[in-house]
Structures are given as C-alpha cells and as structure tokens.
C-alpha cells in the first residue's frame, strides 16, 4: 500500500467512495440550477446542505463500527421518541412530517432509514446465524414499529423504504428462502385489507399508475407531464437549461422529487447513461465493502445500506417514468433536500468506517 492510501486510511477515507459521490453531488448541483430555474438561492442552499453532510459523512467515519452498534440502541429509542413528536407537534404541507426546533427543521422518518437497518444489524450479529423463528419476530418487531408511526404521518412511501431497509438485513443474514416465499404469500393474502387501509390520496395514486389519463389535470398530471419530458429528451437532450417542459413549469416538484425528468430532458439517454454509471460506481464500491467486511454487524449493515440506496434510485426512476405510483421519494444526492441528503451522506459515512477500520486494524 503506499503512502497516500494509507494516509487516506488513517483518516477513515475510502477514496474511491468519496470520490463516487463527489462527482454524483457535482452532477447533481448542475442539474438542480437548472431544475430550479437558475437560482443560485437554491444551489447555495443545498451546497451549504452538502458542506454540513460532507462533514458528518467523514465525522461517522471516525466512530469505529463496533462503536457504533454500542450506541445503536439509544440511536433507535430517540428515532422513536422523534416520531412520537411528529404526531403531536409536527408541521408540513397536509402531512405532519417534519419537526421545527426554531434553529433546524428535519424529518426524523429520514433517520429511521439509518437507524432501523443498523438496529437489527446489531440485534441479528449477537445471534445465531441463520436467524431463528424466535430471532426473525423480533426483528420485524423492530421493523413495524417505527414503519407503523411513519405511516401515520401518513408517510406512506417513507414507511416502506423504513421497512424495507431493516428486511434486506434479513435477508442477509441468511433467512430461508421458504420463509421469504411464506411471507411473500401472506403479504399478498394481506393486500385487500391494506388497500382499504390506504388512505384515499394513496388508492388514486396507485390507480392513476394504470390509467393516468384518467384524470389528466388531476392525480395523473404528475406522471403524465413527466413521462413527456423524459420522451422528449430523446438521445442526446435538449441541452443544458434548455428544457421546455420545466422551464414552462409543466414539470411539478422539479427540484425535488421530479428532477430526474429535467435531467432526462436536458441530458436525454446519453446522459441517463452516464447517471447510471455513476451510481453503478457508488453501489459496486458498498458491494465490496460489504463482501470484504470482517465482522457479521458490518457486512449486514453494508449491504443493507447499499441496496436501499439502490431502491431509492429504482423508485425515484420508476415513479418518474410512470412505472411505479408517485411515492415521494427524491433521487439520490441529486434531489434538492436536507435531511434525506444528510441521512444518505451518513450512510456513506458508515460504510467508510467498515472498510477503513477494517484495514486500519489489519495493518496495526
């Protein structure tokens, strides 16, 4: 090893990772000045909001991972009390989400994303492997119960990444393949009854996936104005603030949850390559540093961590292009946002530690 990767080891740096996710971020910043109609308002902010996740990526890389499944228990707990909060005090627009201190407003339903994955990490790597009947209850226990509070935000696509992220630990640690097809079958049983359970913004969305013709103006303008944005970038786009469709304000939540339309637009298939690439770097490197983790409660919450950024970006994609119901789920370090970009540069602060503490401890 030579003198400049172990120098980045000393200092908890995966250079490679860092490096990912820099040109990501970039990308991201020159996609949203034009997305937010070239306001350098907008583009100061979410750098300020980059400079502050920067930090606390390469703070958490510091705390060694046995560290932090010490604390991993307290993190969950005030996880919680955070969302009992919402549902007293919480603000937003027609959903009470968000928790307004005066001096900072987040979203704690965004750090239940890191919280519940590493919860039962911890939980799964002081038991026997594959987890028992006995062991998987109470991992799902750990699961519902902040799903369950963010669902009565009513958060619903938030509850199923939550809940999603805490199962693909399950799933790595080595749960059979006919409980997943047992439960599979179950869930489908259950879906009548959560269906009804929806509430009746969420039944329209998932309807208007099937037909959003059907009320053109309405529940389907989302994903209709959308689909024709991302058709209309063709092979090589329109250029670079040069988007009919945003800059004439068809596009709804251009900035945030809807920017992968502008960039498809502006960018065309060309540039959704090179996004793709982009992100197939960042995930190939977690994949690794998954595979190469030592310790059973690193190599869980590495995976688990990078294939919920995966999902992030299918879903976001997906809803975008008319494939999945309209979720709310912003595109991975390219959205304008502060929590969930803070909560995804922590993530990466998390994997850093698995992978540089590991080969710190080899080399002493």
Not at 261 to 280: K, N, Q
Not at 338 to 347: A, C, D, E, P, R
Request: aromatic letters at 10%; one cysteine or more.
């Amino acid at each position: 090893m030579d003198r400049a990767e172990g120098l980045w080891g000393r200092l908890h740096i995966d250079a490679s990772l860092v490096g990912s996710v820099m040109v990501m971020c970039l990308l991201g910043t020159v996609v949203l000045y034009s997305a937010s109609e070239q306001s350098s308002e907008v583009v100061v902010k979410q750098l300020i909001r980059l400079g502050i996740g920067f930090v606390a990526m390469l703070g958490v890389a510091q705390i060694s991972p046995r560290t932090l499944s010490r604390w991993v228990p307290v993190i969950y707990l005030l996880g919680l009390v955070l969302l009992v909060m919402v549902m007293f005090v919480g603000t937003g627009r027609g959903a009470q989400r968000w928790l307004d201190l005066g001096f900072v407003r987040f979203q704690p339903s965004e750090l239940m994303k890191l919280a519940v994955p590493l919860t039962v990490a911890a939980f799964l790597s002081e038991k026997v492997l594959p987890p028992q009947p006995s062991t998987i209850a109470v991992s799902v226990l750990l699961v519902l119960v902040p799903a369950a509070l963010i669902v009565k935000q009513p958060d619903l696509g938030t509850a199923i990444l939550v809940a999603s992220s805490g199962i693909f630990v399950l799933y790595f640690a080595g749960i059979s393949w006919r409980f997943m097809r047992n439960s599979a079958l179950l869930g489908l049983a259950a879906a009548p009854l959560a269906w009804f359970a929806m509430h009746d913004y969420q039944r329209r969305r998932v309807l208007t996936l099937f037909n959003p013709e059907q009320d053109p103006l309405g529940a389907g303008y989302h994903i209709i104005q959308s689909t024709i944005a991302v058709g209309s970038g063709g092979i090589y786009g329109k250029g670079w603030l040069n988007g009919t469709q945003s800059h004439l304000e068809f596009i709804p939540e251009r900035a945030t949850d809807f920017i992968f339309a502008v960039y498809c637009e502006e960018f065309g298939l060309v540039g959704v390559v090179v996004l793709l690439i982009a992100y197939a770097l960042i995930i190939a490197r977690g994949i690794r540093i998954a595979v190469e983790a030592q310790e059973m409660f690193g190599r869980l919450v590495a995976s688990a961590l990078t294939l919920t950024f995966f999902i992030y970006i299918v879903v976001n994609m997906g809803m975008v292009t008319g494939q999945l119901p309209v979720v709310g789920v912003p595109l991975p370090l390219v959205s304008y946002g502060g929590t969930s970009l803070v909560t995804i540069l922590i993530g990466f602060g998390i994997l850093m530690s698995i992978q540089t503490h590991r080969i710190f401890h080899a080399q002493s």
